[in-house]
């Protein structure tokens, strides 16, 4: 319903399937064994949006459609530019680069599997939004064993930010929504059709 009462979702598969760019994401997501249904997590950070610029918090201000804050897009090879600390665009910035910050996001993705987050999605939704930190220190009062691990589990903990819970919500909602567009009422082709 929450995707169904506004036009982001429809305007942002408008911006996946303009120059082809929903097929390099694919591509990047594929190539580091990611399913391409990840590329909802730029629709829920931007709404796909390269100039996206995000609010100002302690660790900086995210920008670019993967929202990188800076100290993430520097560990994963992205440039910051003279402007990381402003709420403006920067053309030197690679975070406003699609093709650079989408190898950048599909290897931070990547990564995130091999941390707490092990063979969860939703859990490595969770960690892109709140933290691998955060993420592993919670579930770790849980168990020393990482197969005990799930996005559910962390939910009953109670300890896991609003934000983060309709985040990883909002994003599984947008994926299922993908698959069947009209059946939820939308007027648009599934974007990964054929891709």
């Known amino acids: 319903r929450e995707w169904q009462q506004s036009d982001r979702l429809a305007n942002a598969v408008a911006r996946i399937n303009d120059d082809n760019r929903g097929r390099f994401v694919a591509e990047a997501l594929r190539r580091q064994g990611l399913p391409p249904q990840f590329i909802y997590l730029a629709v829920q ?6 100039d996206a610029i995000g609010p100002r918090t302690r660790y900086g201000i995210a920008k670019g459609m993967w929202q990188f804050i800076p100290s993430t897009a520097e560990r994963y090879g992205l440039k910051t530019g003279p402007d990381k600390g402003t709420r403006r665009y920067d053309p030197h910035d690679d975070r406003f680069d699609f093709e650079q910050s989408t190898w950048a996001a599909a290897d931070y993705l990547s990564f995130l599997f091999t941390t707490e987050a092990q063979a969860s999605g939703l859990l490595v ?10 993420v592993a220190r919670t579930l770790g009062r849980f168990s020393n064993d990482p197969s005990k691990y799930n996005f559910w589990r962390l939910i009953q903990s109670q300890m896991i930010p609003d934000e983060t819970y309709g985040y990883v919500l909002r994003i599984y909602a947008a994926a ?20």
């Open 176 to 195: 299922v929504i993908g698959e069947d567009p009209a059946l939820f009422g939308f007027d648009f082709d599934n974007p990964l059709k054929g891709l």
């Open 45 to 50: 950070e931007s709404n796909f949006r390269t």
């Open 125 to 134: 939704m969770s960690a892109y939004n709140w933290g691998e930190g955060n």
